[in-house]
């Protein structure tokens, strides 16, 4: 497929537990985000790679979360000691370059009980 | 900080009616400003986009979007809604021209009455 692929789709996992969300991003596109989706909510900003560094990690809400692309491509979310209120719809996006329109992956669906 | 207000939750609109969605930004300096649909199980998709210039922008879909400095908005427009129009519509700014994260409205749920 040519899109932003992601994966799992849904993930239900227990509080506590420790979830990894995986992105594939289109093929050759530098720039990488993630961005979380509350019920009834517009998606927040959490994080943006540019190539394999974390260039803006503001959104972050707490040190429960983490994110890496260590080759420029996949990025994993990480949330460790999951709690419900991380229950959200995580989506990804990629660019081409800087300032080029961002491609959204369909997202991972996180149910925490 | 920036935000953007999308004043209604929900929308009604007929079929083959005209269509208007509200969105208000708070930015100092000009904005780059977008508008996303999400439809149920697909991702968002760009319908389009403002940076500078005309302040009519053209879109995807036979979408329009007005940028108007001294109301602090950027207004969406259809002449003639159709029912697979029926969707999510999101407002979004950015001070960087998107290479930093996007700021959403809460979005606007548009209905479509046959």
């Known amino acids: 497929g040519a899109g932003v692929s992601q994966t799992p789709s849904n993930k239900v996992t227990e509080k506590g537990k420790y979830v990894e969300l995986r992105c594939d991003p289109i093929s050759g596109h530098t720039a990488l985000y993630w961005y979380r989706q509350s019920l009834g909510q517009g998606p927040e900003f959490l994080i943006y790679f540019q190539g394999t560094g974390a260039a803006d990690d503001s959104g972050l809400p707490n040190d429960r979360f983490f994110a890496v692309r260590p080759e420029g491509s996949v990025s994993t979310l990480k949330i460790q000691r999951t709690e419900r209120g991380d229950s959200a719809v995580y989506l990804c996006?990629?660019?081409?370059?800087?300032?080029?329109?961002?491609?959204f992956g369909q997202g991972t669906r996180l149910t925490v009980v | 900080a920036q935000s953007v207000t999308q004043p209604d939750i929900h929308i009604t609109v007929s079929e083959g009616a005209s269509l208007e969605l509200r969105c208000n930004y708070s930015?100092?300096?000009?904005?780059?400003l977008f508008w996303y649909v999400q439809s149920p199980g697909q991702g968002l998709q760009l319908l389009l986009k403002y940076f500078s210039g005309d302040t009519l922008v053209q879109g995807i879909k036979g979408f329009e979007a007005e940028f108007k400095r001294s109301q602090s908005s950027f207004n969406l427009r259809k002449p003639s809604v159709h029912w697979s129009d029926a969707a999510e519509y999101f407002c979004?700014?950015?001070?960087?021209?998107?290479?930093?994260?996007?700021?959403f409205g809460k979005g606007t749920h548009l209905i479509i009455q046959p």
């Open positions: 979004a700014t950015d001070s960087g021209g998107g290479a930093d994260g996007l700021t």
């Open positions: 996006a990629s660019s081409l370059f800087l300032y080029t329109e961002a491609f």
């Open positions: 930015y100092g300096a000009t904005p780059y």
